[in-house]
């Protein structure tokens, strides 16, 4: 029964949504794409990683272990510096600048004066894009900031700033137009007021990148940035597009620069950028400009250069030329963009990559994974019905995956089951056929994957005669019908569906896009450096949605702002109108979600970022399409990627944006930013929701994948409860059985391991308020009343979650023997069947239940299990009763020491002293009494007895033939040490006790089993 | 298995060392998180106490401690499990610890505390805590800005005292109890972090209000009687001398 005071209703909050916690499966077996790495010059054991969009993390321990240490912030980092001359003062811009078409947006810069405890936000909240921060190397109050600006439009809030007063103002030092942003900006060591920036014109589309333009170009300044003056001499003719920078520590009149043109190259200057002269590059130097921005110089040597880019080229010779060094440790991820030199030790260093950091100790000659940082960049998620279920999903530049939603010992790198090459995107199972998915590399390159044999054959479908080329998006959406997954759909501009495997497609659909032919012109899409990935696909189809109450209704959605329907399997097809709510002509349509409830009602996102417009689009249709409703709520950030109706409660939506989770009970009245125990602006790019488990599980780009297990809590969070004091919730009903046994060897030190859900039993109810006031518990009671015990409760806010072994309560330990009493720590699970809550809150009583369950899966048989059951609680009797034994022994014996000594006469001295050792014989039989720093080894009833009953209490099946036999045989022996302790106060306690009295001094007397229960050892 | 913290030490006395606060400096923060524990006249009363309570370690297994403290002087925790006693103690400027625990021995000698340790625990022999006298004391208290704290929220205090440790005290709004810190402190070369959420606040028989429920990241202890002002042997806190 579920007892509570109602005191009206309430809206939802984070705060409500309480300890229904997201737990982090990682992985960070391919990590994900860092952008800046710094380490405290002076202890370089504490370092800083700043990613792209994973937040910031940091280690004491030089990469042992990391924490992240900035979610509650923007996930997505530009750029992060340490104040080294005041190392509690941490810079950090948000907003990645290596800007290829996935790239996140920022927020402003923040400073931490406390090594990353707390944050502020300083300024240059309209950014969006932020390359750069130096300090000025005396007055650490003086800080410029490179802000490249936004990608998709143009703004005024981009350039050089300065700050004089620690970022509390800000001033543009340089500043050319709204179309060039500064993408780099040093600062000469030895001279400060000398200072060096390039800007960078640049601009995405959605269906083109241009790099380069009048505003690219090189600057010097000689009074600390107050003016500018453009450096030519040597330098090739504009125009320019990015250029990487960089000056020697050590000799700062020596620049190094890539400068981006028709033609990139490295250029070198040795009198402060007056004159410049070209080296020959490799292509590795020179490669993809736009991405690839960094050059490091050694801190000690300036003639040792390195260039992080598709790999690592090294300079010996002052940039005369490069070398690539072979990795002979093995393997080292493409697309560098962080390169961290310790100015010490300059043998040491790390790099960021798409794939996580890595560490050198020779000089960026071999290398070692940092396996530790779950920054993974999802961009979809899917599960399969295993148990426990599988997670599948695609990354940037880290292929498509698997692995395991929980696993004994925690889910750990090695886990992970890479399915398939390039960037990864969606990774679909088949359902019927548990060895094949549906994986792809970025422009529809898809392929049907056996997992056990790893053959892939490309199901791509291709061009046919007469008809337009195949436009596929970079993230072609794979997605299986809802209602027959051996239905499985693709999409061009074309809709696809196939009924074998993708060996077959049939062309169910025209061309559903605007097919604007100004918008497919990738092949001269880059600027001044080509780069047609396939990122700039366009006028294609990006989201595929059949209505799981129709099978003939499909919703599509493309890139180019098309939401098309049909209700026939693709004969006909409706184009959509949305924007009279409000939602701009030519947004993505980012997620499309039929309503499983009402086949009239439809939910759909929309994601117009890529014209520079950064809302949250969301809208519901209540009539098939025809008119849409956007859905707003003021604490929405972030461009949003996918919307979510809960499989069991018609209201309860999820939406996932480029900055946060967001969640309504109510259908969409009013949200909550979720935030337990998850990064609170984290990009959410796909959900799913396991149909068994009732698990939320969300892919983020940057963050792994999270999983929030069983969000039936959820589905009861109504306004009437959230208005309530206090509320025990029901809880899932949970299986009894031992856990069994971890293989977790002797630990990972320094991995990653993702935590698993607990399969104790869970006690879940909801308080109005924290209990500051009084305590809380939880107790426990069995169907007929009986008292087991109370478990200390929780007193958060919200929903709150206790969690029971479902163990009953260990037998009592004595207080004597040597070591300490396995047996009095174990104790045999509890019967399944109903058990009844008390929830005391202070003085209050509110009542509950909780069902536990046999294991369905059980592969031992009910009268196994009687017999297991049976023996267990037998052990546990004859533990307490060997216990009781011992504490006897041990009170009658005390009794005895502290008064031998005070007997005058010698007879009767010895008839207690005899009766003290004749005890002292017997304990010494009952449990190990060698007293040692060592492992004795010492085996006696009580520990023969421990061992045998944590073997029958940890297995649910039947004791093996020689658990039973070996249980008779000591029940024997405790018996006889019962009857021998029986005999022997029959024979010396009443003599005792008249010696006792005769001295005048006290009785003793045998503890009764109450007694016993009654004291606690 | 039972899993016995090395800073449960740490852990009640952290929660001694409630003393209060809330507004928008620090120092009005702090005027009224003491007012809420009963007043600064109410800490400045309490020179000792002498403290029961439980460690549940297991459903349905409590561990008992006794907790002796003299503000100023020393302090002595005492654990016991199956008849084997552990005792954590700190006197003035050094500590020692009897610990059957680990040792291997039901008896074992004596041996002093390592410095860092002791290091770590001292301030807590600071009446009143880090925010009581703060000035005096020569601690320095910044005020970070709000926090969330389990959905509570929350000022959120810097306390950076006179030996380096930092301290982050985190005071409900509404109510001016700190309802959890974070200790920052520096052993070995490693810097450990250790929180505590702090509960069950009740009064004392002087009027001082002080939690009696400290959840220090999963680990509780629950205090069930607590005595002001008893007399307290100083024997007490002295190291026994070793068995030979």
């Not at chain 1, 001033?171 to 800007?199: Q, R």
């Not at chain 1, 998006?473 to 019908?481: K, M």
């Not at chain 1, 196939?498 to 918008?519: E, V």
């Not at chain 2, 952290?14 to 524990?37: G, P, V, W, Y």
Request: a neutral charge; hydrophobic letters at 35%; aromatic letters at 10%.
């Amino acid at each position: 029964m579920v007892t509570q005071f109602a005191f009206g209703q309430a809206k939802l909050s984070s705060g409500a949504i309480g300890t229904v916690e997201a737990r982090c499966i990682g992985p960070a077996a391919m990590s994900g794409r860092i952008t800046a790495i710094d380490a405290l010059n002076l202890d370089p054991k504490i370092m800083y990683v700043a990613t792209a969009s994973g937040g910031i993390w940091k280690s004491l321990n030089g990469g042992a272990s990391f924490k992240p240490i900035f979610d509650k912030y923007c996930q997505s980092l530009g750029a992060f510096v340490i104040d080294q001359q005041r190392p509690d003062t941490l810079w950090a811009g948000t907003g990645e600048s290596n800007m290829r078409n996935s790239v996140s947006i920022g927020n402003g810069i923040y400073r931490s004066t406390d090594a990353g405890e707390s944050w502020q936000l300083k300024g240059l909240e309209k950014s969006e894009h932020i390359s750069r921060i130096v300090l000025h190397p005396k007055n650490p109050k003086i800080l410029f900031v490179a802000v490249p600006g936004a990608l998709w439009s143009d703004s005024e809030d981009r350039g050089l700033y300065k700050s004089e007063d620690g970022g509390e103002t800000w001033t543009k030092s340089l500043y050319i137009n709204a179309k060039t942003g500064c993408a780099e900006v040093l600062i000469d060591p030895k001279n400060p007021d000398i200072m060096y920036a390039s800007t960078w014109e640049f601009r995405r589309t959605p269906y083109a990148f241009q790099s380069g333009g009048p505003g690219s170009a090189l600057y010097k300044s000689k009074d600390g940035g107050v003016t500018w003056n453009k450096l030519t001499n040597g330098l090739p003719a504009p125009p320019f597009g990015r250029i990487a920078m960089t000056l020697a520590p050590t000799a700062p009149d020596n620049l190094f620069a890539i400068v981006e043109t028709n033609n990139t190259a490295l250029y070198i200057s040795s009198d402060q950028g007056e004159h410049w002269k070209q080296q020959s590059s490799t292509n590795n130097v020179c490669a993809r400009p736009f991405y690839f921005s960094t050059l490091v110089v050694d801190p000690k040597d300036p003639k040792r250069v390195y260039r992080p880019s598709y790999s690592l080229s090294i300079s010996s010779d002052g940039a005369y030329s490069f070398i690539e060094p072979g990795y002979g440790s093995g393997g080292v991820h493409s697309d560098h963009h962080a390169l961290w030199i310790d100015p010490n030790n300059t043998s040491h260093m790390y790099l960021g990559t798409d794939g996580g950091v890595y560490e050198s100790k020779d000089k960026g000659n071999n290398f070692t994974f940092l396996t530790n940082l779950p920054v993974s960049q999802f961009y979809h998620v899917a599960i399969d019905q295993q148990e426990p279920y599988n997670v599948y999903g695609g990354l940037q530049d880290n292929g498509s995956w698997q692995g395991p939603s929980s696993k004994s010992g925690g889910i750990k790198n090695g886990d992970w089951l890479e399915l398939f090459g390039g960037d990864g995107f969606w990774v679909i199972p088949d359902l019927n056929e548990t060895d094949i998915v549906y994986a792809e590399y970025q422009g529809g390159n898809m392929a049907r994957v056996n997992k056990r044999t790893h053959e892939s054959q490309s199901i791509k479908p291709f061009q046919i005669a007469g008809e337009e080329k195949l436009r596929f998006n970079w993230n072609t959406p794979i997605v299986p019908s809802p209602t027959d997954p051996k239905r499985l759909y693709t999409g061009s501009q074309y809709l696809y569906l196939s009924h074998n495997q993708g060996r077959d497609w049939t062309k169910i659909s025209k061309d559903l896009t605007t097919n604007d032919k100004k918008k497919q012109e990738q092949e001269s899409s880059g600027g001044l450096t080509v780069d047609n990935s396939s990122a700039e696909n366009h006028c294609t189809i990006f989201t595929i949605a059949e209505s799981v109450l129709d099978s003939n209704t499909i919703y599509v959605g493309t890139d180019d702002g098309k939401l098309q329907k049909t209700s026939d399997q693709g004969k006909s097809w409706q184009d959509l109108a949305y924007s009279s709510a409000g939602i701009p002509i030519g947004s993505w349509v980012s997620s499309i979600e039929p309503s499983r409830y009402d086949k009239n009602v439809v939910y759909a996102t929309f994601d117009n970022h890529s014209y520079g417009d950064h809302n949250t689009y969301l809208a519901v249709s209540r009539d098939g399409g025809i008119k849409w409703e956007r859905i707003q709520n003021p604490d929405f950030t972030g461009y949003a990627h996918k919307i979510r109706e809960d499989l069991k409660q018609k209201t309860l939506l999820f939406l996932g944006t480029e900055m946060g989770l967001f969640i309504s009970t109510d259908g969409g009245k009013n949200w909550a930013r979720y935030k337990s125990s998850f990064p609170e602006y984290a990009c959410v790019r796909d959900l799913a929701i396991h149909p068994k488990t009732n698990d939320l599980i969300v892919g983020t780009h940057g963050r792994g994948i999270y999983i929030v297990d069983d969000i039936s809590t959820l589905r009861q969070l109504t306004p009437e409860i959230m208005g309530s004091n206090v509320v025990v919730m029901e809880s899932r009903p949970v299986v009894v059985k031992s856990t069994g046994q971890m293989t977790n060897g002797f630990g990972q030190a320094g991995e990653f391991v993702g935590s698993n859900y607990t399969e104790d039993a869970c006690i879940t109810y909801y308080l109005k308020d924290r209990v500051n006031s009084g305590d809380v518990k939880v107790e426990i009671y069995d169907n007929n009343g009986k008292f087991l015990y109370d478990l200390p409760g929780t007193k958060r806010k919200g929903v709150n979650k206790v969690f029971w072994n479902m163990r009953m309560k260990p037998p009592k330990a004595s207080n004597t023997g040597a070591g300490f009493d396995m047996g009095a720590l174990m104790s045999p699970l509890v019967d399944p069947g109903e058990y009844r809550i008390k929830l005391r809150v202070d003085t209050m009583v509110y009542e509950g239940k909780l069902v536990l369950l046999e294991d369905p899966k059980s592969q031992h048989s009910a009268e196994d299990k009687a017999i297991q059951r049976k023996t267990a609680k037998e052990l546990m009797g004859m533990v307490s009763q060997l216990n009781f034994a011992a504490q006897n022994i041990v009170k009658v014996k005390d009794g005895l020491n502290a008064n031998i000594p005070k007997i005058k006469n010698s007879k009767d001295q010895k008839v207690l002293s005899t009766y003290e050792n004749e005890l002292e014989v017997i304990r010494k039989k009952m449990l190990a009494t060698k007293e040692s720093k060592g492992i004795t080894g010492e085996e006696q009833l009580r520990e023969k007895l421990s061992a045998l009953y944590g073997g029958v209490c940890s297995y649910d099946g039947r004791p093996s033939g020689y658990q039973l036999q070996n249980k008779v045989v000591l029940d024997k022996e405790l018996k006889g040490y019962q009857a021998e302790l029986s005999t022997l106060h029959k024979l010396y306690l009443p003599k005792a006790n008249r010696i006792l009295e005769k001295n005048k001094l006290p009785q003793i007397e045998l503890m009764s089993v109450d007694e016993w229960n009654g004291v606690r050892p | 298995m039972i899993r016995m913290k090395k800073s449960l030490f740490t852990i009640i006395c952290l929660c001694l060392c409630s003393i209060a606060m809330r507004a928008q400096s620090a120092d009005d923060i702090i005027e009224k998180h003491l007012q809420a524990l009963g007043g600064k006249d109410k800490i400045a009363e309490v020179k000792t106490l002498l403290i029961d309570g439980t460690i549940p370690v297991a459903p349905g297994l409590d561990i008992p401690f006794k907790m002796s403290l003299a503000f100023g002087k020393g302090m002595r925790m005492e654990v016991e499990f199956q008849g084997k006693k552990q005792i954590v103690t700190l006197n003035g400027d050094m500590g020692w610890k009897i610990d059957p625990f680990s040792s291997g021995l039901s008896d074992p000698d004596p041996e002093p505390l390592p410095a860092d340790m002791v290091t770590e625990m001292k301030p807590q022999l600071d009446q009143g805590g880090d925010l009581y006298e703060y000035k005096a004391k020569g601690n320095k208290v910044e005020y970070i800005g709000k926090e969330d704290v389990e959905g509570t929220e929350c000022y959120k205090l810097k306390v950076t005292r006179t030996d380096g440790i930092t301290i982050f005290y985190l005071i409900d709004i509404e109510t001016n109890y700190d309802i959890k810190t974070i200790q920052k402190v520096k052993l070995d070369d490693k810097e450990t972090e250790s929180s505590s959420l702090k509960s069950d606040f009740r009064p004392l028989s002087n009027g001082y209000i002080m939690a009696f429920n400290v959840n220090n990241e999963g680990q509780i202890i629950q205090f069930t009687k607590v005595e002001v002002n008893p007399t307290l042997d100083p024997k007490l806190f002295e190291m026994p001398p070793k068995k030979k």
